[in-house]
């Protein structure tokens, strides 16, 4: 049974270029959270998704920043125009549908430089 | 919305000695509290959780205590090796299928 998977492992862009991070959960898993960690400080939560729709996006910026799971293929996050400060680890984490069982479960993350 | 408070940020045991992290929490409506232990360069590996109807949990060397009267619990690693060196996070959600507040961390080094 696969992890959950992110790619790429490794992103660097320039300022103004876009991002693309992608992730697939688990096998059965269908809930899917996007966490930013910086340098040396821990994870902040950006959004939650199910299939086809955005449950929380309360730690998403306004601007610049989405994200989609579709019906079929890996959750994606989306960073537009981007700068210094979005130099960060983006890890997503996958659970499984409600049923009493809690646990988030963490892909290898994706490293992005922004130059 | 919940805050979680970790302490210390970081520490230093002896080979074999134990290892006590700390972490208190803001919301009473959680009730689901796991440690995250983070290698360097690596992903979080849940390593042990609770919930808020137990008091504590152990898993061989690793215990997690709850106090849900003092909004705090512990992480607890006895015998401490090496391979335990890492960065180790609390965290807090009111239940499962909610995002995930995170401590800031404690960075655990253990010197042989």
């Known amino acids: 049974n696969a992890g959950v998977m992110q790619n790429p492992r490794h992103l660097v862009r320039r300022r103004g270029q876009e991002a693309r991070l992608r992730c697939s959960p688990m096998?059965?898993?269908?809930?899917v959270y996007w966490y930013r960690q910086l340098p040396e400080e821990g994870l902040k939560f950006m959004v939650y998704?199910?299939?086809?729709?955005?449950?929380?996006e309360s730690g998403m910026p306004k601007e610049r920043f989405s994200a989609e799971f579709p019906k079929e293929g890996p959750s994606i996050l989306r960073i537009q125009q981007v700068v210094r400060g979005d130099s960060a680890a983006y890890f997503c984490?996958?659970?499984?549908?409600?049923?009493?069982?809690?646990?988030?479960?963490f892909g290898p993350g994706t490293r992005l430089t922004v130059t | 919305g919940e805050n979680v408070e970790q302490h210390p940020s970081t520490l230093s045991v002896q080979e074999g000695d134990s290892a006590v992290i700390k972490c208190t929490y803001s919301?009473?409506?959680?009730?689901?509290f796991p440690w995250y232990k983070q290698e360097l360069g690596k992903r979080p590996q849940l390593i042990i959780d609770?919930?808020?109807?137990?008091g504590e949990k152990k898993d061989q060397r690793i215990a997690v205590t709850l106090n849900k009267t003092a909004k705090h619990f512990s992480l607890h690693i006895t015998e401490t090796q090496p391979e335990d060196s890492a960065v180790y996070f609390c965290?807090?959600?009111?239940?499962?299928?909610?995002?995930?507040?995170f401590g800031k961390g404690t960075r655990l080094s253990v010197i042989a």
């Open positions: 096998k059965g898993h269908s809930h």
């Open positions: 965290a807090a959600t009111p239940s499962g299928n909610t995002p995930l507040v």
């Open positions: 998704l199910q299939k086809e729709n955005i449950i929380d």
């Open positions: 984490a996958s659970s499984p549908p409600p049923s009493g069982s809690y646990e988030q479960y």
């Open positions: 609770i919930r808020s109807n137990v």
């Open positions: 919301d009473s409506a959680s009730n689901y």
